[in-house]
């Protein structure tokens, strides 16, 4: 049976962000099997676990971009030894900082976005894709592509995702997860800041982690061959087929 590659896209943006990824991955390994699915649509946070783990194929490596990072981690760690590895783009174990983790999203410049977007949901999210495309080589023409692509979503589903960014901490789930981890930052990252790489090496438990200069949040986006690469380089590298390459 051919190896599965799952992502899961980030926070309000959905999967037509991780298609390049997709394509660059399936164009240099072909005899994998890559998926793009969707983070869930239901209002309540607590549920998004159950519904990936009902629909991400038994058996996939997972990985995942921004939230779908953390969603990834957890999942995985759910998942056990039926995981066989987890790769992290642009995400921490926490986003929204907190005494013990302060490498993340300052607690009060979080929480005003979350009440901005309460407030004022379509100018936040154009302000949200700004930050996704800082620190990229052309971030306007990112913002554009990220915008036009972005879905609708309800408020609630809006609200679900932000509670899950900033309740979740994935420092246990590091601890239980048994298989190969992957963790990849931005320099230039507006959103998890690059001191998280650092913070999240000094965790027990293993894990490659890289922090890659030039490039932004939105790095899977601009540059989807290199983390494509790196991907594979992993997978490879975990002991998992000698695929073809094209």
């Not at 990220?146 to 509670?163: I, K, T």
């Amino acid at each position: 049976m051919a190896e599965t590659l799952v992502l899961l896209p980030g926070w309000a943006l959905g999967p037509a962000a991780l298609a390049p990824l997709a394509d660059a991955l399936r164009a240099a390994a072909p005899s994998l099997v890559v998926q793009v699915v969707a983070l869930p649509d239901g209002p309540a946070p607590q549920a998004w676990l159950d519904r990936l783990d009902a629909v991400v194929p038994a058996g996939a490596w997972l990985a995942g971009w921004s939230l779908g990072g953390m969603l990834a981690l957890h999942l995985a760690a759910r998942r056990g030894a039926d995981c066989p590895g987890m790769i992290g783009i642009a995400s921490a174990p926490c986003f929204r900082a907190r005494a013990d983790w302060p490498a993340a999203m300052p607690a009060a410049t979080f929480d005003a976005f979350r009440s901005a977007c309460q407030e004022d949901a379509p100018a936040t999210l154009r302000r949200f894709v700004s930050l996704v495309a800082q620190g990229a080589a052309d971030p306007r023409g990112i913002s554009r592509r990220l915008q036009a692509e972005r879905p609708d979503l309800p408020m609630a589903v809006l609200n679900a995702g932000l509670a899950l960014l900033a309740d979740l901490d994935g420092r246990e789930a590091l601890q239980r997860y048994p298989g190969p981890r992957l963790h990849l930052f931005a320099e230039d990252d507006a959103l998890v800041p690059a001191a998280a790489a650092e913070a999240l090496a000094g965790l027990p438990g293993g894990g490659t982690v890289r922090c890659v200069p030039g490039v932004g949040h939105a790095w899977p986006l601009e540059c989807p061959t290199e983390v494509a690469d790196s991907l594979l380089a992993f997978l490879d590298e975990a002991g998992k087929g000698d695929r073809p390459h094209a």
